[in-house]
Protein backbone atom coordinates (compact mmCIF):
# COMPACT_ATOMS: atom_id res chain seq x y z
CA UNK A 1 0.00 0.00 0.00
CA UNK A 2 1.14 3.80 -0.81
CA UNK A 3 2.51 5.70 1.93
CA UNK A 4 3.11 9.18 -0.71
CA UNK A 5 0.39 10.33 -2.86
CA UNK A 6 1.70 13.23 -4.53
CA UNK A 7 -0.55 15.81 -6.28
CA UNK A 8 -0.92 16.67 -8.99
CA UNK A 9 -1.04 13.29 -11.25
CA UNK A 10 0.45 15.31 -13.85
CA UNK A 11 1.94 18.88 -14.39
CA UNK A 12 2.38 20.48 -17.73
CA UNK A 13 4.28 24.10 -17.75
CA UNK A 14 6.06 26.24 -19.25
CA UNK A 15 9.54 27.13 -19.51
CA UNK A 16 10.71 29.76 -16.90
CA UNK A 17 7.54 28.88 -15.03
CA UNK A 18 7.25 27.43 -11.51
CA UNK A 19 6.73 23.89 -10.92
CA UNK A 20 4.82 22.99 -7.53
CA UNK A 21 4.02 19.17 -6.70
CA UNK A 22 2.53 17.72 -3.32
CA UNK A 23 3.01 15.12 -1.27
CA UNK A 24 0.22 13.85 1.17
CA UNK A 25 1.43 10.77 3.72
CA UNK A 26 -0.34 8.85 6.11
CA UNK A 27 1.44 7.57 9.73
CA UNK A 28 4.17 9.66 11.18
CA UNK A 29 7.97 9.52 9.45
CA UNK A 30 11.48 10.20 10.39
CA UNK A 31 12.09 11.49 7.00
CA UNK A 32 10.50 12.36 3.48
CA UNK A 33 12.80 12.11 0.53
CA UNK A 34 12.21 13.48 -2.88
CA UNK A 35 13.41 11.70 -5.96
CA UNK A 36 13.14 12.21 -10.20
CA UNK A 37 12.60 9.86 -12.59
CA UNK A 38 13.53 10.90 -16.35
CA UNK A 39 12.03 8.44 -18.77
CA UNK A 40 13.35 5.13 -19.06
CA UNK A 41 15.91 5.44 -16.43
CA UNK A 42 16.31 4.92 -12.56
CA UNK A 43 15.17 7.01 -9.52
CA UNK A 44 17.86 9.76 -8.36
CA UNK A 45 17.14 10.71 -5.25
CA UNK A 46 17.21 14.88 -5.09
CA UNK A 47 16.69 15.85 -1.50
CA UNK A 48 15.87 14.73 2.06
CA UNK A 49 14.06 16.58 4.94
CA UNK A 50 13.94 15.06 8.41
CA UNK A 51 10.81 15.17 10.65
CA UNK A 52 11.84 17.54 12.57
CA UNK A 53 12.67 20.02 9.64
CA UNK A 54 9.80 22.78 8.03
CA UNK A 55 12.18 24.10 5.02
CA UNK A 56 15.23 22.89 2.55
CA UNK A 57 16.81 24.24 -0.09
CA UNK A 58 18.93 22.71 -2.92
CA UNK A 59 19.96 25.18 -5.66
CA UNK A 60 16.23 25.42 -7.55
CA UNK A 61 14.56 22.64 -5.40
CA UNK A 62 12.70 23.92 -2.32
CA UNK A 63 10.93 21.45 0.07
CA UNK A 64 9.01 21.90 2.62
CA UNK A 65 7.13 19.74 5.55
CA UNK A 66 4.20 20.40 7.56
CA UNK A 67 4.09 17.26 10.04
CA UNK A 68 0.64 18.07 11.63
CA UNK A 69 -0.86 18.09 8.19
CA UNK A 70 1.24 14.92 6.88
CA UNK A 71 1.77 17.03 3.63
CA UNK A 72 5.14 17.91 1.71
CA UNK A 73 5.53 20.53 -1.05
CA UNK A 74 8.50 19.99 -3.74
CA UNK A 75 8.82 23.34 -5.46
CA UNK A 76 11.39 23.79 -8.70
CA UNK A 77 11.48 27.34 -9.14
CA UNK A 78 12.65 28.76 -12.97
CA UNK A 79 11.76 25.54 -14.64
CA UNK A 80 13.72 23.80 -18.01
CA UNK A 81 13.01 21.67 -20.20
CA UNK A 82 15.51 19.01 -18.93
CA UNK A 83 13.36 19.18 -15.68
CA UNK A 84 10.85 17.22 -17.41
CA UNK A 85 10.62 13.70 -15.33
CA UNK A 86 8.23 11.93 -13.07
CA UNK A 87 8.99 13.31 -9.30
CA UNK A 88 8.33 10.69 -6.61
CA UNK A 89 7.65 11.36 -2.95
CA UNK A 90 8.76 8.50 -0.20
CA UNK A 91 8.59 8.04 3.17
CA UNK A 92 10.71 6.54 6.03
CA UNK A 93 8.31 5.63 8.78
CA UNK A 94 10.84 4.34 11.32
CA UNK A 95 10.72 1.60 13.76
CA UNK A 96 12.02 -1.79 12.50
CA UNK A 97 11.77 -1.45 9.18
CA UNK A 98 14.46 -0.11 7.30
CA UNK A 99 12.22 0.84 3.82
CA UNK A 100 11.20 3.64 2.23
CA UNK A 101 7.33 3.95 1.08
CA UNK A 102 6.69 5.60 -2.50
CA UNK A 103 3.96 7.49 -4.03
CA UNK A 104 2.84 7.29 -7.21
CA UNK A 105 4.73 9.98 -8.63
CA UNK A 106 3.92 13.47 -10.67
CA UNK A 107 4.76 13.60 -14.02
CA UNK A 108 5.96 17.52 -14.98
CA UNK A 109 6.38 18.14 -18.15
CA UNK A 110 8.10 21.75 -19.11
CA UNK A 111 7.16 22.54 -22.81
CA UNK A 112 10.43 24.57 -24.47
CA UNK B 1 32.52 4.61 -9.48
CA UNK B 2 29.51 2.72 -11.58
CA UNK B 3 27.66 2.84 -8.55
CA UNK B 4 24.58 0.65 -8.66
CA UNK B 5 24.25 -1.95 -11.97
CA UNK B 6 21.65 -4.20 -13.33
CA UNK B 7 21.77 -6.97 -15.75
CA UNK B 8 20.49 -7.76 -18.07
CA UNK B 9 18.42 -4.55 -19.19
CA UNK B 10 15.44 -6.29 -21.18
CA UNK B 11 14.46 -9.64 -21.09
CA UNK B 12 11.74 -11.74 -22.74
CA UNK B 13 10.57 -14.56 -21.48
CA UNK B 14 7.99 -17.53 -21.88
CA UNK B 15 5.48 -17.93 -19.14
CA UNK B 16 7.05 -20.80 -16.88
CA UNK B 17 10.33 -19.65 -17.45
CA UNK B 18 12.96 -18.96 -14.52
CA UNK B 19 15.32 -16.15 -15.10
CA UNK B 20 18.03 -14.15 -12.43
CA UNK B 21 18.19 -10.41 -12.34
CA UNK B 22 22.00 -9.23 -11.01
CA UNK B 23 22.73 -6.24 -9.25
CA UNK B 24 25.65 -4.96 -7.63
CA UNK B 25 27.32 -2.13 -6.35
CA UNK B 26 30.20 -0.70 -5.27
CA UNK B 27 29.53 1.93 -2.68
CA UNK B 28 30.43 -0.74 -0.13
CA UNK B 29 26.73 0.00 1.40
CA UNK B 30 24.74 -2.76 3.32
CA UNK B 31 21.23 -2.08 2.84
CA UNK B 32 19.98 -3.62 -0.55
CA UNK B 33 16.68 -3.31 -2.12
CA UNK B 34 14.62 -4.80 -4.83
CA UNK B 35 11.69 -3.33 -6.51
CA UNK B 36 9.11 -3.09 -9.31
CA UNK B 37 7.23 -0.48 -11.04
CA UNK B 38 4.34 -1.13 -13.22
CA UNK B 39 2.31 2.04 -14.30
CA UNK B 40 0.25 4.21 -11.98
CA UNK B 41 1.64 2.01 -9.03
CA UNK B 42 4.66 4.08 -8.53
CA UNK B 43 7.77 1.65 -6.96
CA UNK B 44 6.77 -1.58 -4.91
CA UNK B 45 9.10 -2.97 -2.47
CA UNK B 46 9.64 -6.89 -3.62
CA UNK B 47 12.76 -8.22 -0.91
CA UNK B 48 15.41 -6.16 0.70
CA UNK B 49 18.52 -6.89 2.41
CA UNK B 50 19.83 -5.18 5.90
CA UNK B 51 23.06 -6.56 5.78
CA UNK B 52 25.05 -9.57 4.49
CA UNK B 53 23.32 -12.52 4.48
CA UNK B 54 20.15 -11.10 5.75
CA UNK B 55 16.81 -10.85 3.08
CA UNK B 56 13.00 -10.07 4.28
CA UNK B 57 10.30 -9.60 2.46
CA UNK B 58 8.50 -6.30 1.08
CA UNK B 59 5.28 -5.43 -0.06
CA UNK B 60 5.07 -7.96 -3.07
CA UNK B 61 7.22 -10.85 -2.57
CA UNK B 62 5.24 -13.44 -3.89
CA UNK B 63 6.63 -15.30 -6.89
CA UNK B 64 10.45 -13.79 -6.01
CA UNK B 65 12.94 -15.18 -4.40
CA UNK B 66 16.24 -13.04 -3.32
CA UNK B 67 20.04 -13.88 -2.35
CA UNK B 68 22.71 -11.59 -0.60
CA UNK B 69 25.67 -13.60 -2.29
CA UNK B 70 28.09 -11.11 -0.70
CA UNK B 71 27.38 -7.34 0.72
CA UNK B 72 28.34 -5.93 -3.46
CA UNK B 73 25.19 -8.59 -4.68
CA UNK B 74 21.94 -8.71 -4.57
CA UNK B 75 19.92 -11.10 -6.93
CA UNK B 76 15.92 -11.70 -7.43
CA UNK B 77 14.76 -14.68 -9.13
CA UNK B 78 11.91 -15.19 -10.80
CA UNK B 79 11.73 -19.71 -10.54
CA UNK B 80 8.52 -19.36 -12.87
CA UNK B 81 7.11 -16.54 -14.51
CA UNK B 82 3.66 -15.22 -15.09
CA UNK B 83 2.51 -12.39 -17.50
CA UNK B 84 1.59 -10.26 -13.97
CA UNK B 85 5.26 -10.15 -13.72
CA UNK B 86 5.97 -8.26 -16.73
CA UNK B 87 7.47 -4.69 -15.19
CA UNK B 88 10.46 -2.78 -14.62
CA UNK B 89 12.48 -3.90 -11.81
CA UNK B 90 14.50 -1.82 -10.10
CA UNK B 91 17.78 -2.03 -7.98
CA UNK B 92 18.60 0.09 -4.99
CA UNK B 93 21.05 0.10 -2.04
CA UNK B 94 21.63 3.01 0.56
CA UNK B 95 24.00 3.73 3.47
CA UNK B 96 23.53 2.07 7.08
CA UNK B 97 21.11 3.41 9.32
CA UNK B 98 22.05 6.86 10.72
CA UNK B 99 19.94 7.41 14.49
CA UNK B 100 17.46 5.32 13.17
CA UNK B 101 16.84 6.88 9.97
CA UNK B 102 16.38 5.24 6.31
CA UNK B 103 18.78 7.54 4.25
CA UNK B 104 19.08 7.89 0.20
CA UNK B 105 18.83 5.54 -1.91
CA UNK B 106 20.96 4.99 -5.03
CA UNK B 107 19.17 3.00 -8.07
CA UNK B 108 20.58 1.21 -10.88
CA UNK B 109 18.98 1.72 -14.52
CA UNK B 110 16.26 -1.11 -14.27
CA UNK B 111 15.82 -3.74 -16.26
CA UNK B 112 12.60 -4.38 -18.42
CA UNK B 113 10.91 -7.94 -18.28
CA UNK B 114 8.56 -8.95 -20.48
CA UNK B 115 6.53 -12.17 -19.75
CA UNK B 116 4.40 -13.59 -22.58
Known amino acids: SQQGEEDPQALSIQEGENATMNCSYK?????LQWYRQNSGRGLVHLILIRSNEREKHSGRLRVTLDTSKKSSSLLITASRAADTASYFCATDQGGATNKLIFGTGTLLAVQP | NAGVTQTPKFQVLKTGQSMTLQCAQD?????MYWYRQDPGMGLRLIYYSASEGTTDKGEVPNGYNVSRLNKREFSLRLESAAPSQTSVYFCASSEDRSGGSQETQYFGPGTRLLVL
Open chain 1, 27 to 31: TSINN
Open chain 2, 27 to 31: MNHNS
